[in-house]
């Protein structure tokens, strides 16, 4: 299996986000990492296969966010979606609020989650 490539670092996180499936709220899910590129979706029972379009909408920071994403790979634990265009904003201001409680994190050689 080829190994994962990463441009940003991830951050955990722990924000609600309903998940947005033709222009309608599918389902609720909670983001657990964050990058500039993309985030994790906790989620239940959900089936969603790797290249479906979809919008995660969300509210932070008194703001509304509607972000244009793609589903890249899912599993009984959660979803890893890749925004369609970089939310360093979004990133960088959430960042900001967590970044003493929670440290980025990076992937294993197995793919598990070990603080950096």
């Known amino acids: 299996m080829p190994r994962e490539r990463r441009y940003d670092a991830r951050h955990r996180l722990d924000l609600p986000v309903y998940i947005r499936y033709h222009k309608r709220p599918f389902l609720t899910a909670t983001a657990r990492t964050l990058s500039a590129g993309g985030m994790f979706l906790s989620v239940k029972a959900l089936t969603l296969p790797a290249g ?45 609020q967590h970044t003493a409680a929670m440290p980025p994190i990076i992937a294993g050689e197995t793919g598990e989650q070990i603080r950096a």
């Not at 479906?52 to 589903?71: C, D, F």
């Open 52 to 96: 479906t379009p979809i919008e995660l909408e969300l509210r932070s920071l008194g703001k509304r966010w509607l972000l244009p994403a793609i589903v890249i790979h899912g599993d009984n634990n959660g979803i890893g979606v890749m925004f369609e265009s970089p939310q360093n904003a979004l990133f960088h201001e959430l960042m900001h």
